[in-house]
């Protein structure tokens, strides 16, 4: 592990902390994200409300951040592999834990919630989902998203998971009533369903449960 990851992390650990002004110079630097609307979006000025926060982070410590979009398993890869020192916005696992550099500070908390179709539920879903062991237990037919966080827990638990490739495909399984519930942030789950299916399909889906999804991490290369 070379000194700029590690002395990377600890400024993160340190910004957080305490209250420092920005730092004389910007050292331009590039790391890698991959789209998640409206948190992190190439359409919008800003880049997104994570983009701005780690932009915002980095700027304190000196650098100057470009902000690169790439499909998420590149970026995960290229920081892996060295070719970008950082990227974001990742859900703490082991196996991340053991191939990158995890500050000690997270980005931020997320909670997901379950979509579901409201003619299919009419009364809502009443059973308890503030957790992945329940939702498996539950016995809902749940669609989830290949490599996404909760996969692994799920199947362990024995849950009627249904894989998909993206939340567009999701969406689109839900509405014609093959599965039950998909979860996923709600203020993303609400916009994507309004971008993939449109803006009338909004009121046609509710939400239950409550899952605390884990914290976000920027993660660096330890080849930098």
Same mark, same amino acid.
């Given at each position: 592990m070379r000194r700029w990851a590690r002395q990377a992390c600890f400024q993160m650990w340190v910004l957080w902390a305490t209250s420092f002004t920005v730092l004389a110079g910007e050292t331009p630097?590039?790391?890698?994200?991959?789209a998640w609307p409206p948190f992190l979006d190439e359409s919008r000025a800003d880049k997104g409300a994570l983009s701005k926060q780690v932009s915002d982070i980095f700027l304190k410590m000196g650098y100057r951040v470009e902000i690169q979009f790439l499909p998420w398993k590149r970026a995960y890869l290229l920081t892996k592999s060295g070719e970008? $020192? %950082? /990227? =974001?916005?990742? =859900?703490?696992t082991e196996k991340r834990a053991g191939e990158l550099l995890v500050p000690n500070v997270s980005l931020r908390s997320f909670r997901y919630t379950a979509f579901y179709?409201? @003619?299919?539920? $009419?009364?809502?879903? !009443?059973? $308890?989902?503030? !957790?992945?062991?329940? #939702?498996?237990?539950s016995r809902l037919k749940t669609i989830g998203i290949v490599g996404y966080w909760y996969? @692994?827990?799920?199947?362990?638990?024995? %849950? /009627?998971?249904?894989?998909?490739? !993206? /939340?567009e495909q999701a969406y689109k399984l839900l509405l014609i009533g093959r599965n039950d519930i998909?979860? *996923?942030?709600?203020? #993303?789950?609400?916009?994507?369903?309004?971008?993939?299916?449109? %803006? *009338?399909?909004v009121s046609q889906f509710g939400t239950a449960? @409550?899952? $605390? %999804?884990?914290?976000l991490y920027v993660m660096f290369s330890p080849a930098h």
């Amino acid at each position: 592990m070379r000194r700029w990851a590690r002395q990377a992390c600890f400024q993160m650990w340190v910004l957080w902390a305490t209250s420092f002004t920005v730092l004389a110079g910007e050292t331009p630097l590039t790391i890698a994200t991959g789209a998640w609307p409206p948190f992190l979006d190439e359409s919008r000025a800003d880049k997104g409300a994570l983009s701005k926060q780690v932009s915002d982070i980095f700027l304190k410590m000196g650098y100057r951040v470009e902000i690169q979009f790439l499909p998420w398993k590149r970026a995960y890869l290229l920081t892996k592999s060295g070719e970008l $020192p %950082a /990227s =974001f916005a990742w =859900f703490w696992t082991e196996k991340r834990a053991g191939e990158l550099l995890v500050p000690n500070v997270s980005l931020r908390s997320f909670r997901y919630t379950a979509f579901y179709r409201k @003619d299919r539920f $009419p009364e809502g879903i !009443n059973q $308890p989902l503030t !957790n992945l062991d329940e #939702v498996a237990g539950s016995r809902l037919k749940t669609i989830g998203i290949v490599g996404y966080w909760y996969i @692994d827990a799920l199947e362990a638990a024995g %849950a /009627s998971l249904h894989k998909v490739g !993206n /939340s567009e495909q999701a969406y689109k399984l839900l509405l014609i009533g093959r599965n039950d519930i998909y979860l *996923e942030n709600m203020e #993303v789950g609400f916009w994507e369903i309004e971008q993939y299916l449109g %803006a *009338e399909a909004v009121s046609q889906f509710g939400t239950a449960g @409550d899952i $605390p %999804a884990g914290e976000l991490y920027v993660m660096f290369s330890p080849a930098h």
